[in-house]
């Protein structure tokens, strides 16, 4: 599942599995973590922020890839997860709730990809047998939405800088951001701009004579 794109196989290697064992080793070790260790340790709401955003994202795409049989992506965006987990957990910056809500999540999503491994977690955790007979979870588009986002600025179609800016920037307030970059001064200094494109929540393409 994980080798590549389902319709289009790929060559089969033994040497292939070890990686994932050893992801669904590290897997292991997450989801067994008590959580109680939590409550003991102040919470960063910025990173329960952070961590919603993470698990309704991961919960939006995985639906999304596992519908279109995008297995190798849908597992990606797991491991991407597992990681984010390991850290908040190394930062002890979350909340013991926020973390259990994550775990259930998560194993709900793993459950089609690794069903025996997931139903051994599931029944470790105390819940209600089967975890197969559980809906798949639902995602938030808000709680989804990236707060920030990184917008490519070019001049004359070649990237010269890049800014973060809020995600939902007005395009007036990106375009007065983008002419004012320094890196783009740079290049536009002594020149009139004829047109300032803007893509949102992608780039901004400054046309000088």
Known sequence: MFIGPWDQGGPWSDEGINGVVRWLNRLWSVVERDADALDNQPTDPAAVRNTQRVLHQTIRKCYEDLDRFKFNTAIAALMEMVNHLSRVWNEQSIDAATWRDCIDKFLLMLAPIAPHLAEELWERHGREY??????????????????????????????????????NIAEDDARTLALGSPRIQSHTDGKAVKNVVYVPGRLVNVVVA
């Open 130 to 167: 089967s975890i197969h007979q559980q809906a798949f979870p639902t995602w938030d588009d808000e709680l989804a939405a990236e707060e920030e986002v990184t917008l490519v600025v070019q001049v004359n179609g070649k990237v010269r800088d890049r800014i973060t800016v809020a995600a």
